[in-house]
């Protein structure tokens, strides 16, 4: 019973969830501590951005408006699917 006590004490409320995200888990981490403490641990520092990136993300966030630009002027909701379907296949007409 000890090796499985800390599993059926989480099946309750939110437990199910965690236990399930925990099996799904792409990486593996450590299991909580059974006292009750809470372990803190220092962030990852991601590298800066280049300035590659940098313009990168300025042309997708000028791609991004263009697009709700092009949303916006729909007259209703048949229109905005139909303008968001053309935009999913490529064939926005007068959007490019």
């Known amino acids: 019973m000890g090796s499985t006590q800390g599993t059926y004490d ?17 990486g ?9 403490s809470v372990s803190v641990q220092e962030p990852e520092r991601l590298p ?5 990136d940098r313009i990168d993300h300025w042309f997708w966030l000028q791609q991004q ?13 048949f229109d905005l699917e ?9 064939s926005a007409r007068g959007f490019y």
């Open 65 to 77: 408006r263009d697009r709700e630009r092009y949303l916006a002027q729909a007259k209703d909701v």
């Open 48 to 52: 800066a951005a280049g300035w590659l």
């Open 28 to 36: 593996w981490r450590e299991p909580a501590p059974r006292d009750g």
């Open 10 to 26: 989480r099946i309750g409320g939110w437990g199910l969830f965690t236990l399930m995200a925990d099996a799904l888990a792409v």
């Open 82 to 90: 139909a303008r968001i379907r053309d935009l999913e296949r490529g």
